[in-house]
């Protein structure tokens, strides 16, 4: 008997076959479950430097955690240095007899720190775990009418000297309904579909109480009636917004510099059609909500209207912007300055001058967009700079020089994201930057010098394009220079007067560092590095980038492969592609963060998963690659993932191509389940979440911008659009593998019907599958995030794997939820006996 099994062992020797690797038995759900977002809590601390710039000078601070605890710094790039802003030890005992609960270096739980306008003077909190009585309640005998008592300090930084703020009081969060003018003198909001103001000081009243009646406030228009409004009601259920009716809502405007004016866009929506999804998880009786949504290809499109306000007159009048049928408006805000982060109020200042503000218009088709300026005194509105293309056209903010005499404009006119520099006129002067990369957004702008500072990615050789750099270059376009050298993903903060900035650079296979730089490019000094050691004892090991064709043999590729941290080189593993088709962006991280949470851990089951690029998909590359899908929104992506799935067998060993999975949420839901009915003897088994499966459904922006619309003008000049795209439900009859259709029932994004409309076409061709509906869930799951993860677990590990093993409880979750019930309570019996023993009640 022995001899029969030994000589096909020796005949397998002989001619060289290597012995097939054999496939893990069972999903490791201990590995997955060491890596809830709970437990990266945890094991991963601070990973780039986040700087609050001071006002008067070149300073920053920021606080940075590690496996020690939180520091807090204050650098001064001029002297190039970086300190403590003052001794923890001492700090927190004098906190601890302040507030007399313990404190101590390591566990200062300091909050809300900023600087006071001396800049020698910090201000925090401290919150203690004494319960006190709320201010504003009358109830003190309800539950929610406590809180916990937080104490507030002041420390001077040059004498070291801490002191309680014993009778400080808080200033109020802005409420969501306020709009400040920046000259802090009054606000705008909205009631009754109508816009009212009132001053600061009714204001602070209605802060402390809402039903003031003592409040003066005074109304400014008296035409907004319903779906006509100026103001803003959604994701209220029908319910609440007849119980809210009456309450102020924000108002969306934009103010001049001298708060003398404000702007807004004005939405007609009363043809447009309604929508609703049913809250089934309320109490009581389960409640509708309606809210308007503008379908591709629908004709009952809303309406924008631009409104100007001349506050001081209490006037306003409706600004003629007609040039396209069905344009969409849009303002932009002036862009925000560092310094004023920890500012108590930010008002919503209007992009330009007092006397002009920039704003665009856009045909209903995308391809045609007007930058304009409004002149305030007069009303005219005069386009300074147009752009046509033939697929969608897409603008970021423009740069203004000196108020508006020069405006940076950014386009993708020659194929790629590029900046060119007009006069205020609209003539174009001269390109700033061009070549093969993508220019991505303004950082920052020297007047006097005339430099402009940039981020852009895919021009330095031999890098993945993707990784994102910051340079600066000379309004002539001479000069350019590259400032954070280095095979990296950068992210920067550009100091206010373009000194300065901090930069955090990583992959997603290396650790971020951060350090400050100055505007030539030159390291000033390393600031961090972030603190893995607690991750990489887990067994954490850094996944891996690769680079393959698209399904044209000719497009590179982008992607990142991750293994189970136990991965065993003998074995074979199923393959999960992790999907976001675009085309806003890819699912493929460049840096390092905390991806583990669905991707990572994903893979701790035993699965070899990928995140990978395809054409049509990142603007982050050429024009051409990024509407590569325009035309064909369901199929576009589907050929490179495949293409790059195969290549990566190819490569490795241990990836069984047999054995392919996919899963994504919203594009990538719908992704996910195209790939399972375009390629059904290819993709095995998908998990698809909030999918978009018919885009007819969809949301008019996304689905007639990057699939197109049709603009038809007939002979007596009247215009239509035809909008008509392929639906996965037009290919349920192919379903070979196993599905899982997921969605929230309240999603007012992707709305549930487009899952449910996938059942129902793969009910009616016969169709096994199986379908998760999650109760009073939006868009992104919310609560309900974890349990969607390890039931996504399940199905893999049961279709790839062929494990089902699992229970009907989820202990996963289960093990990190502290169970509810009586404490025993501990107590010492034997007096006197040398400390007893411990007993429990």
């Known amino acids: 008997m022995r001899k029969l099994y030994v000589l096909p062992l020796l005949l397998l020797l002989c001619f060289g076959v290597k012995a097939q690797p054999t496939a893990p038995a069972k999903g490791n759900y201990q590995l997955a479950s060491r890596f809830s977002p709970k437990k990266l809590q945890k094991l991963i601390f601070s990973t780039s430097v986040d700087p609050h710039w001071l006002k008067q000078s070149d300073r920053f601070w920021y606080e940075y955690e590690t496996s020690t605890g939180k520091n807090w710094y204050i650098v001064d790039p001029a ?42 003077n910090i201000q925090f909190e401290i919150k203690s775990t004494v319960d ?286 590029h900046f060119y520099l007009y006069d205020n006129t609209g003539k174009l002067k001269n390109r700033i930057t061009t070549g093969a990369f993508h220019c991505e957004s303004i950082e920052g702008i020297d007047e006097k010098n005339r430099v402009l500072y940039f981020t852009a990615n895919g021009r330095e050789p031999g890098e993945d394009p993707y990784l994102m750099h910051l340079y600066r270059i000379n309004f002539d376009g001479s000069g350019l220079t590259l400032l954070n050298k280095g095979n990296f993903d950068n992210n920067v903060s550009l100091s206010d007067n373009n000194a300065y900035f901090v930069n955090t650079a990583s992959r997603v296979n290396t650790t971020p560092v951060s350090a400050l730089y100055n505007n030539r490019g030159k390291k000033i000094m390393d ?11 887990t067994g954490y090991k850094f996944p891996e980038p690769f680079k393959v064709k698209a399904d044209d043999g000719i497009t590179d590729i982008y992607g990142v492969m991750y293994k189970p941290f136990d991965f065993d080189s003998t074995k074979t593993y199923p393959i999960i592609a992790y999907v976001y088709p675009g085309p806003q962006t890819e699912a493929v991280n460049k840096s390092f963060g905390r991806s583990m949470d669905r991707i990572d851990r994903l893979a701790q089951l035993g699965f070899v998963v990928i995140t990978v690029g395809n054409r049509g998909g990142h603007p982050a590359r050429s024009k051409r690659y990024h509407t590569y899908g325009y035309g064909n929104l369901r199929d576009y992506g589907l050929a490179d993932k495949k293409a790059a799935i195969e290549q990566l067998a190819d490569r490795h060993n241990f990836i069984d191509i047999s054995k392919v999975g996919i899963t994504g949420h919203s594009g990538g839901g719908f992704m996910s389940t195209a790939a399972m009915l375009v390629y059904p003897d290819f993709f095995k088994v998908a998990v698809s979440g909030a999918g978009n499966h018919e885009n007819n459904i969809y949301n008019r922006w996304w689905s007639e911008k990057h699939h197109g619309v049709k603009e038809l003008i007939s002979p007596k000049g009247d215009t239509t659009f035809q909008y008509a795209i392929d639906r ?29 409309r996938m059942a129902n076409a793969l009910i009616k061709a016969n169709k096994r599958f199986d379908f998760i509906l999650l109760p009073g869930q939006r868009h992104a799951f919310g609560d309900m995030t974890e349990y969607f993860f390890w039931m996504m677990g399940d199905y893999f590990t049961k279709h790839l794997l062929g494990d089902f093993s699992q229970t009907v409880d989820i202990p996963e979750i289960n093990r990190e939820i502290e169970q509810s019930g009586e404490r025993r309570r501990p107590t010492r019996t034997g007096a006197g006996s040398g400390g007893g023993r411990i007993a429990e009640e």
């Open 79 to 120: 002297q190039k240095s970086k300190k403590l802003m003052f001794d923890k030890d001492k700090l927190a005992s004098e906190i601890t007899m302040i507030v007399q609960d313990p404190f101590d270096a390591q566990h200062l739980p300091i909050e809300n720190l900023k600087f006071l306008p001396d800049e020698q």
């Open 728 to 756: 996965n439900t037009d290919l349920a009859k192919n379903l070979k593998g196993n599905l899982l259709l997921v969605t929230g029932d309240v999603d007012n994004n992707v709305h549930p019907a487009n899952t449910i």
């Open 527 to 537: 600031l961090e590095t972030a603190d893995l050691n607690r991750l990489m004892t």
């Open 132 to 417: 006190e009585v709320k201010k504003d309640r009358t109830d003190k005998s309800s539950p929610d009418s406590l809180q916990k008592k937080t104490f507030y300090f002041r420390y001077n930084l040059n004498t070291q000297q801490l002191q309680e703020l014993k009778d400080y009081e808080k200033p109020k969060a802005r409420a969501r309904w306020a709009s400040i003018s920046p000259d802090q003198k009054v606000v705008v909001f909205a009631r009754n579909y109508n816009l009212y103001w009132m001053d600061m000081a009714n204001y602070e009243k209605a802060l402390k109480n809402e039903k003031d009646t003592t409040i003066v406030e005074h109304q400014l228009t008296t035409d907004g009636i319903e779906n006509y409004h100026y103001g803003d009601s959604r994701g209220e259920t029908n319910v609440e917004r007849e119980k809210n009716k009456n309450n102020r809502k924000p108002a969306f405007v934009l103010w001049s510099p001298d708060s003398k004016h404000f702007a807004m866009v004005r939405t007609d929506e009363r043809k447009v059609k309604d929508l609703w999804v049913l809250h089934n998880a309320t109490n009581g009786r389960p409640e509708l909500e309606t809210y308007k949504y503008h379908m591709p290809g629908e004709k009952e499109a809303p309406v924008r209207e631009l409104i100007l306000f001349d506050f001081t007159a209490k006037t306003s009048r409706k600004i003629h912007t007609a040039a396209f049928k069905d344009q969409e408006l849009g303002l932009w805000s002036a862009p925000a300055l560092n310094k004023n982060r920890d500012d108590e109020h930010r008002p919503a200042i209007w992009h330009g001058t007092n006397n002009k503000l920039y704003f665009t218009r856009t045909s209903r088709d995308l391809k045609k967009i007007d930058i304009c300026e409004l002149d305030v005194s007069t009303g005219k509105v005069t386009p300074v700079i147009n752009e046509r293309f033939n697929t969608y056209v897409e603008v970021i903010r423009v740069g203004l020089v000196n108020g508006g005499k020069e405006l940076i404009h950014w386009s993708e006119r020659d194929g790629w994201g």
